[in-house]
């Protein structure tokens, strides 16, 4: 069996997740209705998740920072 590697050569990561019996049985549907196993839309849904969620936690990360940085300004002009 011939196993993908991330970049620089580093091996995958294999985690187990716990999903209700629910999401399971939607999932099985799904992949067998587009013929692409269950964990590749599991990967597709979590690079999207971490994608938009990512983004948004670097946004905000910034936004306080700047925020904190600035807080005397932006408090004087708040006054104006």
């Not at 992949?31 to 670097?58: C, F, N």
């Amino acid at each position: 069996m011939v196993r993908a590697t991330r970049p620089g050569g580093v091996p995958p990561v294999q985690l187990t997740i716990r999903i209700p019996e629910e999401v399971r049985d939607q999932l099985r549907l799904l992949a067998t209705i587009t013929g692409v196993d269950e964990e590749e839309h599991l990967r597709r849904a979590m690079r999207g998740y971490l994608e938009t969620s990512g983004r948004e936690a670097e946004v905000r990360a910034f936004t306080d920072r700047a925020r904190e940085r600035f807080r005397r300004v932006l408090d004087r002009l708040g006054e104006l």
